[in-house]
């Protein structure tokens, strides 16, 4: 029956709530892309969620055409 990952907590404390209050668009974040073998490895997970869902996976629609 669960529907929500949310769990709501009618009393926030202080804390998240300046936490929540957070921009995170300012942070200078480093890119660092993936090797060939990282990449290779998270294509056999994708791969294997994939077969998993009956081929029903949304971003397998979403690549493009090779």
Do not use: M
Request: charged share 25%.
């Amino acid at each position: 029956g669960q529907n929500s990952l949310v769990i709501d907590d009618a009393e926030a404390s202080a804390e998240q709530q300046a936490l929540d209050a957070v921009d995170f668009a300012t942070l200078g974040l480093k890119l660092v892309p993936a090797d060939a073998a990282e990449a290779a490895a998270h294509a056999v997970v994708l791969a294997e969620i994939d077969k998993s869902s009956g081929g029903k996976t949304l971003w397998r629609a979403l690549e493009p055409v090779a």
